[in-house]
């Protein structure tokens, strides 16, 4: 490259849709990076209302900022790809217009390419809220911090979890060598976009704060049912299986573990939490997927059996209501001590609110 890290100019790609006032926060917390170098491209998907009006006031003040609207709704997943495509500077970052970044983010990331230069992509932790502002995880806090090389990285994100791409800063060349992202993957693109970058490129992690999350019910991956997300999840699965370019045995791993981590997660208990939640069509998604897909008829039937009992017997279903129950309450018992350590940091979003 033509310069160092000291001194390399970052893109961070804001695409946005109707959020003129969460848009301004997630701006302001890029320009308040201690790393100056950097300019913020905001990708408006025809929102049609003062979102234009909110980035010209921060560009007039701060010419760092850069602004284009489509001409029509070119949709989420498409967005964020135009924005990749457009980047011509030899880092980026990639933020959802409800999150924001910590001040270091930048700072830190790079100090991660400074020791790994053959890094492509340089990782941070993000600390998941919940609008209230409670921490609920800090999901990298499960890795070693450090430099995995292909594929160490991509084992480590399905053993334990993904880096979220809010605190990950690419290179450039990461466009050149993986792609754009498949957009018929769905919610869980970027997941697909990792692993197929870690399965064939090294990756640097640290366990460092570097964005802030903030989860709600409306957002993509909350409002998926299984009906589309079981397609994505498969579409990715073979993204790794046909990729002649990722050696036999890594390929055949990932595709055992995405099918484990799948029925892990998206299954839950074998759909107890959709008996709970009485989403009967889920409970049948479910049953459908255990016994055609992964060939486990019993666990079906068991499951289209509970579904019937409890929906036929109040007693069974408040008994189920209560697992459930003694279940998530496990939980904020376990984020207590990451709400102590982290919710500092969760706080800036307070901060942020009251400036914006």
């Not at 910590?102 to 990331?109: E, H, R």
Request: glycine share 6%.
């Amino acid at each position: 490259m033509a310069c160092s890290n000291s001194e390399a100019m970052v893109t961070t790609v804001i695409p946005t849709y109707r959020r003129p006032k969460l848009l301004r926060r997630a701006i302001k917390s890029v320009l308040a990076q201690t790393y100056p170098h950097l300019q913020v491209c905001v990708y408006d998907n025809a929102s049609g209302d003062e979102t234009a009006a909110v980035v010209r006031e921060l560009a007039e003040s701060d010419p760092r900022v850069k602004y284009h609207c489509h001409a029509e709704n070119i949709g989420a997943l498409r967005n964020f790809s135009y924005g990749m495509e457009k980047v011509d500077t030899p880092f980026f970052s990639l933020l959802s217009d409800d999150d924001i970044l910590l001040p270091d983010f930048l700072q830190k990331a790079l100090e991660g390419f400074g020791k790994h230069p053959e890094a492509i992509f340089s990782s941070l932790a993000t600390i998941h809220i919940d609008e209230t502002g409670k921490v609920m995880c800090v999901p990298l806090l499960a890795w070693q911090a450090g430099f995995y090389p292909a594929p160490e990285g991509l084992r480590a994100m399905l053993k334990y979890c993904h880096p979220e791409w809010t605190a990950i800063l690419f290179r450039r060349e990461v466009m050149e060598k993986v792609g754009s992202l498949d957009e018929e993957t769905g919610a869980p693109a970027d997941l697909d976009y990792e692993l197929r970058t870690a399965a064939r490129w090294p990756i640097v992690i640290s366990r460092e704060p570097g964005a802030v999350f903030v989860s709600h019910p409306t957002s993509l991956t909350s409002t998926q049912r299984l009906e589309s997300l079981w397609p994505a999840w498969q579409k990715m699965i073979r993204n790794m299986v046909e990729d002649e370019r990722i050696p036999y045995d890594v390929r055949l791993y990932s595709k055992e573990s995405m099918l484990h981590f799948f029925r892990s997660n998206y299954i839950p208990l074998g759909g107890l939490s959709f008996i709970v939640n009485r989403d009967w069509r889920g409970v049948e998604q479910a049953a459908a997927i255990l016994g055609h897909d992964y060939h486990r008829r019993c666990q079906a039937l068991l499951l289209q059996g509970l579904s019937w009992t409890a929906q036929h017997l109040p007693p069974i279903y408040y008994v189920l209501s209560g697992l459930n129950g003694i279940r998530r309450s496990v939980r904020p018992l376990m984020n207590r001590g990451i709400q102590s350590k982290f919710g500092a940091h969760a706080r800036l979003l307070d901060t942020a609110n009251a400036s914006g």
